[in-house]
């Protein structure tokens, strides 16, 4: 009898993407941090937050969704094994 565990599958594609949205994020604080080239550039505020508060956020927020997933694969988990339990 084949168990196929399509949350586990989405738990794992949820956490591979939340890696990626933390790597982006973490680039925009570290991009931020640099001296730019073009110094008009530099005198204009951002009027929407700076780069590292937004990179901050997102950072956290990839955190969250992380976390959410690694919920979701370890409920999958367990329903598995349950199934197992019930099955053998």
């Known amino acids: 009898m084949e168990i196929n565990s399509s ?17 982006q994020a973490s680039q925009k604080v570290a991009s931020a941090s640099l001296p730019t080239l073009d110094p008009k550039a530099a005198q204009q505020p951002d009027l929407y937050g700076s780069q590292v508060q937004d990179g901050l956020i997102e950072a956290k927020s990839s955190v969250l969704e992380a976390q959410a997933n690694a919920n979701v694969i370890e409920a999958s988990d367990k329903t598995v094994g349950r199934l197992i339990d019930i099955t053998v």
Not at 7 to 23: A, E, N
């Open 7 to 23: 949350s586990f599958i989405y738990g794992q594609q949820g956490l591979q993407r939340s890696q990626d949205k933390l790597d």
